[in-house]
């Protein structure tokens, strides 16, 4: 929200246990991660040629899990249909599946960010640029939020808020309130 324009990185080198291929969501009886399962031989893998494993139901698996946790919440209906079709298709690259989400999130959000890819992988960021590559990560605690400090919104289960699940938990939750909530927790 803070930057008019991001530069995705599009020539990293994959990192296992990141978010590139996972995200976690609530469901009725705990935090529940979903792993886009990807082909072996990872090591030193450019993120764009890394494929999704799809000999694996992976795709099946998420979209009920999706409809378990979040069927009842009160903007599932209305955003769901954005984001079935991406479960219906078989990908190749995981580096596509997260472009698709990306850009499916920022249009629900109604967040106009312009997005370019880098053309290759640069060690030494430019003068004046923001370096978020290695900034958000799981093992990463609270004392590292960058740009965001979790808000506490309703969520479809429990009494205690669960902070960082996927955003779909908050676009679920919360539908078009949900920039509000990110505007909330907003850091400068």
């Known amino acids: 929200m803070q930057y008019g324009e991001v530069r995705f990185e599009a020539h990293e080198h994959y990192q296992k246990q990141s978010y590139r291929n996972r995200c976690y969501v609530q469901t009725a009886n705990k935090v529940e991660a979903l792993t886009v399962p990807v ?19 992976w795709q099946m698996h998420h979209w009920r899990c999706l409809q378990a946790a979040y069927g009842k919440a009160p903007f599932f209906e209305y955003y769901a249909p954005e984001f079935e079709p991406v479960y ?3 990908w190749t690259f995981l580096f596509d599946l ?6 499916i999130c920022l249009k629900l959000m109604r967040l106009r960010v312009s997005i370019s890819l880098t053309e290759w992988y640069d060690k030494a ?6 370096d978020a590559r290695s900034t958000v990560n799981p093992r990463n605690g609270p004392e590292t939020y960058v740009f965001h400090k979790p808000v ?22 919360q539908g078009p309130s949900a920039l509000d909530v990110l505007k909330a927790g907003f850091r400068e």
């Open 39 to 57: 082909q072996q031989g990872t090591h030193h893998q450019p993120i764009r040629e890394l494929r999704v494993a799809n000999d694996q139901a």
């Open 98 to 103: 997260n472009y698709e989400l990306l850009t």
């Open 152 to 173: 506490a919104y309703p969520q479809n289960f429990g009494v205690d808020f669960v902070p960082n699940l996927s955003i779909i938990d908050l676009l679920f939750c």
């Open 88 to 90: 219906h298709k078989s």
């Open 125 to 130: 960021i430019p003068v004046g640029l923001f």
